[in-house]
């Protein structure tokens, strides 16, 4: 039997997705914990079920130990997951998981300068301060650093490539590509 | 006889010894060959003798477009002119430039589908051409002018919606590496002294009419609508250069590079690229801001607008507004280029510019290069002119060869300086051949080798990046592994095919990319970039699906640098394009229904008919060995993969250097690549053994009298 949904809640959740909606479309996620007043518990598991129509676009990611909200109709997958990542307070899990996915996804490594434009945003001196030793970190041995011949930095994981073939990716994107129009 | 849309049905032909003008009926005589560089071939073969070289009356001249230039097919505004070439060293063969702009419609527009010229001309002429009266004019008041100036003058005089395809003084001093252009920007490369030994200084047109199609036009625009719908940005690029919350993947060297914070700059007042989402169609035009992808961050405030090809969403030309140029350079601050005719002045005649490649100076030397270039008609060779230019240099034959007068007259200061303006010296040298440097510069990689002898070593340089016979390697192994190699073996100047290119660099995640290649050619035809497998057949297919796609692109006409749309920008169709796309559009437009696999033939016949072309003026079969070759840099250079052009040069991290199919590497392994040769002339049915086609597939493509000849020269394969 569909569950059946109170109406006073799906007047909440439909007040919420208006919001996730809105953050959205300006390429921001919303904290669970900052929409929602009651516990996580709570919550609807999916958004999907019989009774919620309409709210199928409202989508749940979980990083860093906090669930965010999106809207599928204005965001991928994809963007909310580096969304939700930028919204952590530890710059150095933001900077590892990203080059977890390039290097796995694509592959290819990720320049340091990419952090500091959207959705990462982060400023030059916490980047450099926090991209400086992060293998020496255990949680993030697997991140390495290479350069381009132009001294731009790229890091890799080392669990998705080995630096040869980050070396050679890196001189590519940073300059061979730019002479090979 | 049917009637066919799209086909004005009217080829023009010029003879310029006897003032001869005539009609010939393009349906009767190149319908099989559809247009373009198809029409050029049959015209090379039947009526210009095997041995012809570039500068020779007998050489013929086909500025031709295709059934679909002149409709509202996205991307359509090509021309094709195809010649014997003389940049083609050490054998002069057939080759063809292509241009963009707006002479191919407006050809159309005035009723014609070719323009065959033959013969010469005793005084400087040009063509004038308004509908379907042609005249040949006397340019003896034109000759001398740049492109620039040539063009507004014969547009004073025919009109201000004429459309002219000239040559500046490159091409009337016979410089090899000259152009033709049109619309003051749009080059088609390696013709422009061809025109010059005709004394042609210019093709102009002014069309008053349209194009007839077959289809109903309420057909018509679905199909159009639906071919828009499934582009990406330049390049056939479908994901956009930095993350954006519409997308799920992005890759930094994409030419999607719109996005919030990006402006044309210069505009007034300026705007935003902002996001362009697939969906929306109204703004395809604004994902690609190529100013800055080609020159910088810094060109953003110098962009006024993005401009481009008759009928092309994609507008991937850059018009800037540079003010200081007029009182640095004397030169307009208006400049309108693209690719490597907007980053000439980056590319090696000056190793280094105060605050690097994106400081002011080099996008300056950029705008001085790209008016140099276009108003001298000068053909840069895809930038291997100034690393040839780089090459004397650092190889002390500069000096050596030069007398101590010439050297001395070298503006090398301005050179060690980074001074933009060193530019105009050497362009002016080589535009009128002045002194031994602008002789020898201008008559391309090949020649002037020989000339001054250059070392072994030059040849396998990879900061010279030459393929063979005088041109440069685009797009080989350092993209796309033996499919890359594959397709620079076969044509005689500048490839100029970005098939495979724009496939692989589109910017989708390899295994994306192994699943639409895989339903195109069969499994293991796409590797991870830089991480090559052994040669396999679906290889094989990837480059042949390459080259022939190229030749029908080239024939129809369209823009190879969008075409084929193999990848799109669409998850809900799983990011793939349609490989048929071309055969609708062909289809709709002339009402000759053709499936894919049909028009491919087509466009196999346009292939075989280069290539026997190829066989016949080498005087041999033997392509695997005298035509097909592969520098030795590809097997043997370690910074293979690691090199990053003339100025980014990088050894591998440590170790020995890395061997082929090593992750990292571009190195290719001779023994694969006979393998891949094997494959290749396999899948198109050539002798396995000399890479010549055979009288069986010859006469499958209905190329029969093609092979009759061969036979009788003794050049068909046993």
Sequence with gaps: MPESRDSNLVERLEALATEVRAASRSASVVRLDQVWTGSEDEFPKSLRSDGLSGLDDIALIRDHGQTYLYSERHMTHQYAEAAARAECEDIRHIIAETVRADSATYPRPTSVESFTEPPFRVSRASLNAAVDGISDDPRYADIQAVLASDGSRFLFSSHHMDPLYAASLAEWIAVGSLTNL | ?718
Excluded at chain 2, 676 to 686: F, I, Q, V
Aim: glycine share 10%; with cysteine.
């Design chain 2, 1 to 718: 006889m049917p009637t066919y849309g799209g086909w004005t049905g009217k080829t023009l032909r010029v003879n310029l010894s006897s003032g001869k003008i005539s009609t010939e009926d393009t349906i009767a005589k190149y319908k099989d060959y559809l247009g373009g560089k198809g029409v050029g071939y049959r015209v090379l073969w039947d009526e210009v003798p095997a041995g012809t070289k570039g500068f020779d009356e007998a050489n013929k001249i086909i500025m031709g477009v295709g059934p679909l230039t002149g409709t509202s097919a996205p991307s359509s505004g090509r021309t094709s002119i195809t010649t014997i070439f003389p940049t083609s060293y050490p054998w002069e063969l057939v080759a063809a430039g292509h241009m963009g702009g707006h002479w191919g419609a407006e050809l159309k527009y005035a009723g014609w589908d070719n323009v065959i010229i033959e013969g010469k001309s005793e005084k400087p002429v040009y063509i004038a051409i308004v509908d379907s009266k042609v005249e040949i004019r006397d340019a003896s008041h034109l000759w001398g002018n740049g492109i620039y100036r040539a063009t507004a003058s014969i547009c004073q005089e025919m009109g201000p919606e004429t459309q002219v395809a000239a040559i500046g003084q490159a091409g009337e001093n016979l410089v090899r590496l000259s152009v033709v252009n049109n619309a003051y920007s749009h080059s088609a490369g390696g013709v422009g002294a061809v025109f010059g030994s005709k004394k042609l200084k210019a093709v102009a047109v002014r069309g008053t009419g349209a194009v007839r199609i077959a289809a109903d036009k309420q057909e018509w625009k679905k199909l159009t609508r639906y071919a828009l719908s499934i582009m990406g940005a330049n390049n056939n690029n479908v994901v956009p250069s930095t993350r954006q919350p519409w997308a799920e993947y992005f890759a930094p060297m994409s030419r999607w590079t719109a996005r919030k914070g990006l402006y044309w700059g210069a505009a007034d007042p300026p705007v935003e690229t902002g996001e362009c989402l697939p969906e929306d169609l109204n703004r395809i035009g604004m994902r690609t801001m190529k100013a800055t992808y080609d020159m910088g961050p810094l060109a953003e405030k110098y962009t006024v607008r993005m401009g481009g090809c008759s009928s092309c969403p994609i507008r991937c030309h850059s018009h800037v507004e540079v003010p200081q140029m007029e009182e640095k350079y004397g030169l307009s601050r208006y400049a309108a280029s693209t690719c490597t005719r907007l980053t000439a002045g980056t590319s090696g005649f000056i190793e280094s510019y105060p605050e690097g490649r994106n400081g002011l100076a080099a996008v300056e030397a950029n705008i001085v290069a790209e008016h140099m270039l276009d108003d001298y008609g000068i053909w840069d060779n895809y930038h291997q002119l100034s690393r040839d230019f780089n090459y004397i240099c650092r190889s002390g034959l500069a000096k050596s060869r030069l007398s101590a007068d010439e050297y001395k007259s070298i503006p090398w200061e301005k050179r060690e300086k980074g001074d933009p303006s060193f530019l105009q010296d050497i362009y002016r040298r080589i535009a009128f051949r002045e002194g031994e440097l602008g002789s020898v510069l201008g008559e391309g990689s090949g020649l002037m080798a020989k000339l001054w002898n250059f070392p072994e070593a030059y040849f396998n340089d990879m900061r010279v990046d030459l393929w063979k016979m005088g041109h440069p390697r685009h797009h080989a192994n350092e993209e796309v592994g033996q499919t890359g190699v594959l397709v620079n073996m076969n044509y005689n100047a500048n490839i100029m095919c970005h098939s495979h290119r724009n496939f692989i660099t589109c910017g989708l995640p390899t295994n994306v990319l192994q699943t639409l290649g895989e339903k195109l050619w069969g499994p293991g035809a796409v590797d991870a970039p830089r991480n090559y497998t052994p040669m396999n057949e679906a290889k094989a297919r990837f480059a042949v699906w390459s080259l022939l796609r190229d030749e029908l692109h080239d024939s129809l006409t369209l823009c190879n640098w969008m075409y084929p749309l193999a990848s799109s920008p669409l998850k809900s169709r799983n990011y793939e394009g349609d490989n048929a796309i071309e055969s609708k559009l062909y289809s709709l437009v002339t009402g000759d229904k053709k499936d894919v696999a049909e028009l491919d033939l087509v466009a196999e016949r346009i292939f075989n008919l280069h290539r026997a072309l190829t066989v016949r003026d080498m005087n041999t079969s033997d392509m695997r060995s005298k035509h097909d070759t592969i520098p030795d840099y590809v097997f043997d250079d370690p910074q293979v993969g690691f090199g990053g052009g003339p100025e980014g040069r990088r050894t591998p991290p440590s170790g020995p250097p890395p061997k082929p199919f090593t992750p990292g590497t571009a190195r290719m392994d001779r023994a694969d690549m006979e393998v891949g040769k094997d494959m290749y002339y396999e899948t198109l049915g050539w002798d396995k053994k000399t890479g010549s086609p055979t009288r069986a597939t010859l006469e499958k493509l209905g190329l029969k009298d093609v092979a009759d000849k061969l036979a009788q020269m003794r050049l068909l394969p046993a």
